[in-house]
Structure formats: structure tokens, C-alpha cells
């Protein structure tokens, strides 16, 4: 008879029993979860170690600079909350938090919208399915530089597709990316285009999950396709909205590359974003200290629209 | 909760415990080492010229070669970038304690550099500044010393000033190029034209293919203004003179329109002034090898000439060889930028790039007589300013393009503009 493990646990153990007639089961049982955990925490020691050394360890820091004056030439020296009493007065840096905000409210809803409808249109048995859903990710799989140096082309003022399609039709073209009116919309909508992809991908398996059987029964109900989708789709697509809504704040947030390419923050700051002003700081400027308070800045924003986001859409709450 | 909040105290403690002891590897601590006789080892070069592919042969197939022929115990490791990255490649490579031994980097970027302890006093490492004198033109030697110390030697300029197209000007009526402010606005208004739609076909001054920061200098600098005061203290960009050019330069575009917004940027992949899209511009003197290239049948009818407000002026960059403070080798350092501020690899790179030789002995070379803007940029270098004068300028520069944009596309008068930007940098120079 071979004793497993768990039948050990289950079974007293009769040379065990203690003079007082005790029963061992409760010390095996400490035991063996002690066991248990020291054999979790030894699993979890590679993933803490990369988490503590590239990431815990960088956030402390980056929070203890905050707090310095650090040029990088020169050791850090404590100036308290001065950097964060500077960013509260720094004009470029709320048009830059106001910018990223607008950047982020038209990116994360357009094209999570978009998104939706290609992934219920993609889901649908058709021809060529695949090559459309590979056409549609392809963005997220290329690179934001190449992604930024095509659309630089297209909003060229002088041969760029745009002008020239609105030439077409006797509309007057304009200096997209040079013309402060413009250059905030022009950003936008690369950024919306660019994030369909992944967002597609994330509702596509979420639709996979949607029992056809309650299409089904709508159908029989006399439901249309579109009020299928509202009352339906949508609200079973709930769980993976709300991952894709939080993540795609996070990363609107975060948009720095395109910004880059596209127009350096310019023109006059139209299009400064809050990791640029970041990057300008530690890197132009030469002001790691600044550049860590900003960097907190961004990350207190990202963490109470999460916090606000999740008490407002109930999570992943059904 | 209550040892959660003492575990995450603890963790902030020692967070600022090691950070505080890591960071700031002090960038001047190495101290000035006698440089030893024998020039071996390994030395590493930044450098934001050479690139390309044909960057990268002209350093490692034609002017390395030449230094191994001397130092053949020497070994250069090369870290390619661009003025663009420069900053960041700089920043990382301090911060890492991994500062390169040589490194080139522009006018305006020593002053910062060597006050924070990064560079080498090159006096200290056998570099005679009284010699250098009298090979490279003081204006330019200037821009390598900080504090009657020589911290870098220059290699090449680059510099800004009128370029005109002679057929396009003759058409017009115009025998040459304008003397002054005012004809340069005359010119340029009567040269600009339109089509149906009012979009400006060619543009009588293109100064949008220019950086906005170095295109206010050269008309800062027309005007007898400068950026800062012969102390360093205060800047002086908002004077009436710069006050006054800025306006100048508003006028040209909002009201003469002899340029529209967008017409021409930074990243342009020809000239304007090269394919007839301008009448003249304020350029760089590499205009010359770029004609070759795009449009070599036009290359004669470019013309150079200075702005002039109340004196003829140009800008004037460059670059600059450094050795760094903290290098272990500083023998072969300085021997490698001995190599490449000298003759023959300080030719080859200007060639490279269309740039302008730092030393005078290389006018009567065969490159500077078959290059006409070249030629104007070195016979004209007294009349050069640079831009730069104080170490924070790296952190006052990097405000400038927005300052000059917001001016010319109406948000702020060109006075409010440049007070602005004179606030900012009250700001930095007092930190």
C-alpha cells in the first residue's frame, strides 16, 4: 500500500498519538503549509528579485529624488518639496498635464469604440478574417518611431496625403503639426489609430467567452443586430472594458515616442505631453531632481484614475 | 496596517540611504593625473559627427588608421550618436560612472560641463592654449575655454547667414543680395508669391528650415544685441535690441507674409532656397554640399550674405574635442584629440559634413576655395558670435524654440516672449 502525502494528512498516525491521547494532525498540518509557503516564496524569488531590482527599487528612488536638487554632475542635495512647489507654478507643465488629459480623453474612448465594432465585425465568419485581424494589429506590432516618421509624411504641408486629398476637393490644406490650432488633433489621431490594434485583440477573446445561446434567444425575441450589440455585447464585454480602459489611460499617459517624432512638444508647447516635459528635464535640462517630481506627478495621476475608474465601472463586477 | 505603513517607512529609508550614497558620483573627484609618457590603452570616443555610413568610413577607414600609425598601443572604442541625442547619451553615460575619454560636443556645451567638474583642464595635460592661439581663430578658441582655462579644442564651425538666389533676385530686379534689415525686408516681400488659393508658392526669406533659436540669434546679434552680459549674470536677450529683432522677425511673417507657418520645418529634406521654393533664407553654411547633391545646376546662383541690423553678424557653432575629468587614460585622451583637432582629420571631417575649419591654416586649402559658403564663413569669422557664455545655457536653450514659436504665431508679443524667457533663465542661473 503506498502512503501518499495526503493520505498521511488524513489518517492519525498511530505511533503519533501523543501519552495524553493528543492527536499530531494539527503540528503535521503546520507543517506542511510551512512547507507549502517556503516552497511558494522560493518560486517567487526570481519574479521579486527582478520586480524589487528593476522596479521597487527605481520607484523608491525615483520618489527619494523628488525631493533633491540633482544634476547628475553633482551628488543630490535635499530641497524638500521645492520641485514640487515649482512644478505647482510651472505654466508648460500644466499645459503639458492639460494636453496629456486631452490626448487621453479622445485617444482611450475613440478608440475603444473603434475597436469594439472591428472586433464583433472580426469575430463573424469571413473571408480573409485572419489577414484583416493581422491588418489591424500590425500597428501595435510596429514600431511608434516608424509609425510617427509615416504619419510625418502624411501631415507634410506641401505633399503630405492629407493636403492633398483636401486638395482634391478645392479644401484648402494646412500646416498640421506646425499650426498650434491643429497640432494637438493631429496627435490624437494617430494615437487612436495606432491603439485599435491591441484593444482589438483583447476584445476579440472576450467575445469568444459570450455564449451564443443568448444571441440566440434574442434573435428568436426579434432583436436586431444592433440592439443585440447594446444589450448584449456590451454589457458582457464589461470585465475586458474595464481592463482596456484602464490600461489604455495608463498608456496615453505614458505617450512620449510620437510626441518625440512628431513635433518635439511644439509648436510653443501645443503639443507638450507630461513624459516630454520629463524627458526635457532630465535630459535637456539636466535636472534629474525635477524630472523625478514630475515623473510622481504623473504617477499619483495614473494611480487615482485607476482607483476612480475602478469604484465608478465596479471593476470586473458583473 | 500598522506594519504595513512601518515596512513601507523602512523601505523609503533605505531607498534614500542608498540612493543618496549612489548617486552623484562626483564628476570632478579624479582630479587633473600627470599624463604618463607612454600613450597606450583603451580610450573611448563620443562623437555627434561622423554619422552614416559615410561618417563612419571617413573616421575608421581614413583618419583612425592614420592615429593607430603612431599610437599603435592605443585602442579607440567609438560610440556613434547625433546632436540630438547627445544630451541623453551625456546625461546616462555620468550618471553610469561610464563617461566616455573623449568625447566632442558643441559650442555652448562647455561652459556647463567644465564648471560642473565633468572636463579636463587641457593646460594640465600638455595642451599649450598659448600655441593654439596662434593656429585657430580666437573667436573660435573662445568657445573651448571657461574660466581662463582651455577645456576643449575646436574642430569645426558651423555657422548661420543669408543665402540668396542671384537668378531669382535678378528676375525680380534685384542686382545682389540686401545690405541691411531693411532691404532684406523690401526683398523679401517683393520676392514672395502666391497662387490662387493665397498659399505661399515661394517664400521671399525662409527662416523656418532653421532652428528658431539659432535663426532670432543671427538677427539678435545683427542688431548689436547678445544673449548675455560680459559677466555672465544676467541675460540680456530681452534687451531692446533682442526685444527688437524678435519683432522684426514677427513682422516678416505675420504681417509682410513672406512666409507662412509650416511651409518649411526643421526636418526639411531639401532646402527651400535649393529648389526654388525660396527666394533667399537664413542658413547653414553645409547649404553648399546639399546643392551638390539635390540640385547641382543651381549651385551658382546661391549667393552668401551677412544679415546686417545695426552690424554684420553671423552665428556660430561648432564643435569641440574634450578630454573628461574622470578618464583613466588621459595620456592617449589627449593624443586622440590632438589627432582630431589637427589638420588632417579636422579637413576630412569638415569635408564630411560642408562644415567650416576651425584653423586658420586650412582657408587656402583645395576644399574652403571650391566651397563659396565656406569660404564667406571663414573670411567672415570676426564677424561670428556664438551662442552659449554661461553653464546653465544647456538649460536656458532647451526654452528657446518655444519662446520664439509663441512670438511669431501671435500668443505672446515678442517682448512678453523674451521676458519670459529671461525670467526662466534668472531662474536657472540662480539655482
Redesign the interface.
Known amino acids: 500500500m503506498t502512503h501518499t502525502l495526503s493520505n498521511r494528512l488524513q489518517q492519525p498516525d498511530v505511533l503519533e498519538t501523543g501519552s495524553a491521547g493528543k492527536s499530531r494532525r494539527p503540528r503535521k498540518k503546520l507543517s506542511h503549509a510551512r512547507s507549502q509557503r517556503r516552497a511558494g516564496w522560493l518560486m517567487l524569488t526570481p519574479a521579486l528579485i527582478h520586480t524589487g531590482l528593476w522596479i521597487?527599487?527605481p520607484v523608491?528612488?525615483t520618489?527619494?529624488?523628488s525631493f533633491?536638487?540633482?544634476?547628475?554632475?553633482?551628488?543630490?542635495s535635499w530641497i524638500g518639496l521645492t520641485n514640487y512647489i515649482e512644478i505647482w507654478n510651472d505654466d508648460?507643465f500644466r499645459k503639458a498635464t492639460w494636453n496629456t488629459v486631452v490626448y487621453t480623453f479622445f485617444t482611450v474612448p475613440f478608440s475603444m469604440a473603434i475597436a469594439v465594432v472591428v472586433a464583433v465585425f472580426l469575430n463573424k465568419k469571413m473571408r480573409g478574417r485572419s489577414a484583416y485581424r493581422a491588418a489591424f494589429f500590425l500597428p501595435q506590432v510596429t514600431a511608434t518611431v516608424a509609425i510617427a516618421m509615416v504619419w510625418?509624411w502624411m501631415y507634410n504641408?506641401?505633399y503630405g496625403l492629407f493636403n492633398g486629398a483636401l486638395a482634391f476637393f478645392g479644401i484648402?490644406?494646412?500646416?498640421?503639426?506646425?499650426?498650434?490650432d491643429w497640432a494637438l488633433s493631429a496627435v490624437v489621431l494617430v494615437g487612436i489609430w495606432q491603439g485599435i490594434g491591441l484593444k482589438m485583440l483583447i476584445y476579440l477573446a472576450a467575445l469568444q467567452n459570450i455564449d451564443e445561446n443568448l444571441y440566440e434567444a434574442a434573435a428568436i425575441d426579434g432583436a436586431s443586430a444592433v440592439r443585440q450589440f447594446f444589450a448584449i455585447t456590451l454589457p458582457m464585454l464589461k470585465p475586458a472594458t474595464f481592463f482596456v480602459f484602464v490600461v489604455s489611460i495608463i498608456g496615453a499617459f505614458q505617450v512620449f515616442d510620437l510626441i518625440y517624432v512628431l513635433t518635439?512638444?511644439?509648436?510653443?508647447?501645443a503639443t507638450t505631453m507630461m513624459t516630454y516635459e520629463v524627458y526635457?528635464s532630465?535630459?535637456?535640462?539636466?535636472?534629474?531632481g525635477m524630472a523625478c517630481a514630475q515623473s510622481v506627478v504623473l504617477f499619483a495621476f495614473l494611480l487615482i484614475l485607476t482607483v476612480v475608474n475602478r469604484r465608478l465601472t465596479g471593476g470586473d463586477e458583473v | 496596517m500598522r506594519t504595513t505603513v512601518r515596512k513601507g517607512l523602512g523601505?523609503?529609508a533605505?531607498?534614500?540611504a542608498?540612493?543618496?550614497s549612489a548617486?552623484?558620483g562626483?564628476?570632478g573627484g579624479a582630479g587633473a593625473d600627470a599624463v604618463d609618457g607612454e600613450v597606450a590603452g583603451e580610450v573611448t570616443l563620443l562623437t555627434p559627427i561622423f554619422e552614416g555610413d559615410t561618417g563612419k568610413q571617413v573616421l575608421e577607414e581614413e583618419l583612425l588608421p592614420q592615429f593607430y600609425e603612431e599610437y599603435p598601443d592605443v585602442e579607440v572604442t567609438i560610440d556613434y550618436t547625433d546632436y540630438g541625442s547627445l544630451?541623453?547619451k551625456l546625461?546616462t553615460s555620468?550618471?553610469s560612472g561610464l563617461t566616455p575619454d573623449v568625447m566632442m560636443m558643441g559650442v555652448g556645451w562647455i561652459e556647463?560641463?567644465a564648471d560642473?567638474?565633468?572636463l579636463q583642464d587641457l593646460g594640465e595635460v600638455g595642451i599649450d592654449l598659448g600655441e593654439l592661439e596662434g593656429e585657430v581663430a580666437q573667436e573660435v578658441l573662445n568657445a573651448g575655454i571657461w574660466e581662463d582655462k582651455l577645456y576643449a579644442v575646436p574642430t569645426m564651425l558651423d555657422t548661420r547667414f543669408g543665402i540668396a538666389r542671384k537668378d531669382i533676385l535678378a528676375e525680380a530686379g534685384f542686382d545682389g543680395p540686401p545690405s541691411n534689415w531693411e532691404e532684406l525686408r523690401e526683398y523679401a516681400i517683393a520676392l514672395t508669391e502666391r497662387d490662387g488659393?493665397?498659399?505661399v508658392t515661394r517664400a521671399g526669406l525662409d527662416i523656418m528650415t532653421l532652428d528658431p533659436r539659432q535663426m532670432f540669434e543671427v538677427f539678435l546679434f545683427s542688431n548689436g544685441g547678445d544673449l548675455f552680459n560680459d559677466e555672465g549674470t544676467e541675460p540680456t536677450f530681452n534687451s531692446p535690441e533682442g526685444v527688437e529683432a524678435l519683432e522684426f522677425i514677427v513682422q516678416l511673417v505675420r504681417e509682410d507674409k513672406v512666409e507662412?507657418?509650416?511651409?518649411s520645418?526643421t526636418?526639411a529634406d531639401t532646402y527651400p532656397v535649393i529648389n526654388g521654393r525660396a527666394a533667399m533664407m537664413v542658413g547653414h553654411n553645409d547649404v553648399w554640399i546639399k546643392v551638390q547633391d539635390a540640385a547641382p545646376e543651381v549651385a551658382d546662383e546661391l549667393v552668401p550674405f551677412m544679415i546686417n541690423g545695426t552690424q554684420e553678424a553671423m552665428f556660430h557653432g561648432g564643435t569641440l574635442v574634450t578630454v573628461a575629468n574622470q578618464s583613466q587614460n588621459k595620456a592617449a585622451a589627449t593624443a586622440l584629440l590632438e589627432f582630431l583637432t589637427g589638420p588632417e582629420a579636422s579637413l576630412a571631417a569638415n569635408e564630411q559634413r560642408g562644415n567650416v575649419p576651425a584653423r586658420a591654416e586650412l582657408l587656402d586649402s583645395d576644399y574652403v576655395q571650391d566651397n563659396p559658403m565656406v569660404q564667406f564663413a571663414m573670411e567672415n569669422l570676426d564677424k561670428a558670435h556664438p551662442e552659449g557664455g554661461v553653464p546653465e545655457w544647456?538649460?536656458v536653450r532647451?526654452e528657446f524654440?518655444?519662446a520664439i514659436?509663441?512670438a511669431i504665431?501671435g500668443?505672446k508679443t515678442p517682448q512678453q516672449a523674451l521676458d519670459d524667457l529671461a525670467a526662466d533663465a534668472k531662474a536657472?542661473m540662480s539655482?
Open positions: 521597487a527599487i523608491l528612488a520618489l527619494v529624488l533633491t536638487d540633482y544634476s547628475v554632475f553633482q551628488p543630490p508648460v510625418l504641408p506641401q484648402p490644406g494646412q500646416a498640421w503639426l506646425a499650426n498650434p518635439n512638444g511644439g509648436p510653443a508647447n526635457r532630465a535630459f535637456q535640462n539636466f535636472r534629474m | 523601505g523609503v533605505v531607498a534614500l542608498l540612493t543618496l548617486c552623484g562626483d564628476a544630451n541623453e546625461t555620468i550618471a556647463g560641463f560642473k567638474g565633468v488659393s493665397g498659399k507662412d507657418i509650416g511651409f520645418s526636418d544647456l538649460e532647451g524654440g518655444s514659436e509663441a504665431l500668443q536657472a539655482r
